[in-house]
């Protein structure tokens, strides 16, 4: 299935997949640079992956149940929505406040990697059961874009701007 007849089933699930790579993909990659920039130590960077993965795993059933209610759709800008505001709370709590920095990388992580999992539920509510698996791994070479072009956004960014715009 191509690019131009995902977005023709589901645009929302096309556009929320790219932006969950172009997201994720920088947060957990550059993310244990910048807490190295920073002054962070070992153990304060592996609390905030696992604190992300954590709350992942945790608010994943009660995202994908309410996406089960609900419009996908909503849950999936409710999702970016609130994994902005915790990003911009993480570039403004700093390492100088690890203690909010955490709280809100477990924010970010459990909103921001869960919603691409609804995304693709959403495809998957427009397409024909045969569809399904093509479906299904073109949305995730969407993703994969933008988890490519993510990480050279953000260095970029950062190269560009300073540090903290990794959370932009």
Known sequence: VRERELFALAPAAVVGAFGAGLMNAPMLGILPVYGVQ??????QLAQIMIVMQVTTVLLQGPLGKDSDRLDRRLIIVIC?????HSALAMGWAGPERFALFLAAAAVWGGFSLSFYAICLAHINDHARPAQMVHVAGGLLLVWATGSMLGPLIGGAAMQAVGREALFG
Do not use: K, Q
């Open 38 to 43: 920073v002054g962070l130590d070992t153990g």
């Open 80 to 84: 970016c929505t609130i994994g902005a």
